[in-house]
């Protein structure tokens, strides 16, 4: 079974940024498309960015100009860049497959509030 371990979150000011990290126990980084999503208290589990096994990227309309997702196929990580970062923005953060297939992870907390 894939573990799928997420890092990187923290409490900002709105306006900043974070990187977040997600580090996979397999190969399926490099074979899978991979997204990041992200739950707001009370809201349902969203899409945000996703990267297809051959690079191509997609974003939600909410984050598209400010988030970049990239992986490192070396090391099973995929990675989320989250700059001019918004209150609204704020969420637990989870990476998984495009569809989800594996158990989530705990996710990393990001917090934007001044």
């Known amino acids: 079974q894939v573990q799928l371990v997420e890092s990187g979150g923290g409490l900002v000011q709105p306006g900043g940024s974070l990187r977040l990290s997600c580090a996979a126990s397999?190969?399926?980084?490099?074979?899978?498309?991979m997204g990041w999503y992200r739950q707001a208290p009370g809201k349902q589990r969203e899409l945000v960015a996703h990267?297809?096994?051959?690079?191509?990227?997609n974003y939600a309309d909410s984050v598209k100009g400010r988030f970049t997702i990239s992986r490192d196929n070396a090391k099973n990580t995929v990675y989320l860049q989250m700059d001019s970062l918004k209150p609204e923005d704020t969420a637990v953060y989870y990476c998984?497959?495009?569809?989800?297939?594996?158990?989530w992870g705990q996710g990393t907390q990001v917090t934007v509030s001044s």
């Open positions: 998984n497959t495009n569809p989800n297939t594996f158990v």
């Open positions: 397999g190969s399926i980084v490099r074979i899978a498309t």
């Open positions: 990267i297809t096994r051959l690079g191509s990227t």
